[in-house]
C-alpha cells in the first residue's frame, strides 16, 4: 500500500487545513499516512509571518480562503503564534507512537481554531486530552519525559535531514512537497510510486 510521511506542527497556521484532512483524502486514494510530529520551529530559519503585519494579514484571508473551501470550520483569527509549542507537539509524538495521533491532533486544532485556546495552556491542553478519552496527567507526563523528549528530537533531524523547512510538509521517500495545497500532489506522487515498483 502507498505510503506517506505527514511532518507537522502544531503552531503551524496551514498544518489545520491538512490535519483536518488528510485521513479522507488519503483513505479514498488508499494511501497509508504516517504521522510525524516535528519541532517545525527548530527547522525554520526566520517565523514567515509572526510580526509582518502586511504578511499575516494575508496568511489569515488565506487560510479562511481555503477553509471555506474546503468545508473546515473557521471561528476567526486564533490566539497566535503558541510561543511555547513543545508541549503539545511532544503530546503529539507520544500519540503518534501509541496510534492516536490523528485523534489528538484534530482535537487540538479544532481547540485552537474553533474554540480559541491557547495551546501553551497546560489546563487547555488536557481538556483536550479528557476529550478524546485520554488521562491527561499519564499523557502530560509521558510527553515530558526524556524517551519523548528524544524521539521528538530525533524526528526534527529527520525532519532536517530530508531538507524540511515548514509545515505542513509531506515526504515520499526523500521527495518532499511543502505546504497543504501540496496534499493532492503528494498523494498521487506516493500512489504513482508504489504503481511503478509493482510493474
Known sequence: ?????FFYFIGSTYTYLS????????????????????????VMTEHPFHGKPVKCAYMWRDVERRATRLGIGWNGVPPYPIERPNLPNRIAVAAAREGWAPEYSKAAYRAWFSAHKNLEDEKALSEVLASIGKDPA??????????????FASET??????????????????????????????IEWATRETQEKSQ
Open 1 to 5: 500500500m502507498p505510503q506517506l510521511d
Open 19 to 42: 490535519v483536518m484532512r488528510i485521513d479522507e483524502v488519503a483513505r479514498r486514494a488508499g494511501v497509508t499516512v504516517n504521522w510525524r510530529p516535528f519541532n517545525g520551529r527548530g
Open 138 to 151: 499519564a499523557v502530560i507526563a509521558l510527553a515530558n519525559s526524556e524517551d519523548i523528549r528524544q524521539l
Open 157 to 186: 533531524e529527520a525532519a532536517r535531514m530530508l531538507g524540511i523547512f515548514g509545515a505542513p510538509t509531506f515526504a515520499v521517500g526523500k521527495e518532499i512537497f511543502w505546504g497543504d495545497d501540496r496534499m493532492e500532489e503528494a
